[in-house]
Nanobody, 122 residues
Framework: QVQLVESGGGLVQAGGSLRLSCAASGAAASTYTVAWFRQAPGKDRDFVGFLSYIGGATLYADIVEGRFTISRDNAKNTVYLQMNSLKPEDTAVYYC???????????????WGQGTQVTVST
């Protein structure tokens, strides 16, 4: 079973930056697509972006494209979400997830981390 652990969340002022990490372990974890989702209070869990380990393809939600970047370090078996120009609307619990397909909806992913809180102050 793939295990995912997110870290790097915290409190940041609007306009600031954070880098989240998703450390993966388990059989063939590096062959899975890793996606980031976020969930704000009272809202559904929304797609942020994904990175495919095979081929390195990335896709971002329109609302974060140009501000957020997903990257990976295969040696560390870790995927990163670099978040720049943060806005209060980015406040949410951020989750990473893995799956065999490159999709943008939550049910496409098999394994999830427990999330890390990102709070952007006004």
């Amino acid at each position: 079973q793939v295990q995912l652990v997110e870290s790097g969340g915290g409190l940041v002022q609007a306009g600031g930056s954070l880098r989240l990490s998703c450390a993966a372990s388990g059989a063939a974890a590096s062959t899975y697509t890793v996606a980031w989702f976020r969930q704000a209070p009272g809202k559904d869990r929304d797609f942020v972006g994904f990175l495919s380990y095979i081929g390195g393809a990335t896709l971002y939600a329109d609302i974060v494209e140009g501000r957020f970047t997903i990257s990976r370090d295969n040696a560390k078996n870790t995927v990163y979400l670099q978040m720049n120009s943060l806005k209060p609307e980015d406040t949410a619990v951020y989750y990473c997830a893995t799956g065999l397909t490159r999709m943008t909806y939550v049910t496409a992913y098999d394994y999830w981390g427990q999330g890390t809180q990102v709070t952007v102050s006004t």
